[in-house]
């Protein structure tokens, strides 16, 4: 049994990562986010973002999230466009290699 995330998981500590199997650059992860339209003016974004850093702090979250074996973490909305700009690349490549 393996984690497929770059660090073990606190839930399964005595598991290791792919890449201490030998795997290496074998990184995949689950990312939920919130998105809203392009345009969306600035202030609105930074509420949502607020809004979400709130929620993901509270305990009842953190609960239902660890339920789950996952770990609630925000993003600012730069840092989300930047991971979902690095999952499209990544899968991207991995679908052209397959055809």
């Known amino acids: ?5 770059a660090e073990r998981s606190p839930y399964l500590p005595n598991v290791p990562t792919m890449s201490e199997q030998g795997v290496q650059g074998y990184i995949v992860t689950t990312s939920y986010a919130l998105l809203a339209p392009a345009g969306t003016p600035t202030a609105i974004l930074k509420r949502l973002s607020e809004a979400m850093r709130e929620a993901a702090s509270s305990d009842d ?32 490549q991995v679908v052209k290699s397959l055809r």
């Open 1 to 5: 049994m393996t984690v497929t995330t």
């Open 61 to 92: 979250v953190k609960t239902a999230v660890a339920s789950q074996g996952a770990i609630a973490r925000t993003s600012t909305p730069e840092e989300t466009n930047i991971i979902i700009q690095e999952e499209v690349k990544k899968w991207s």
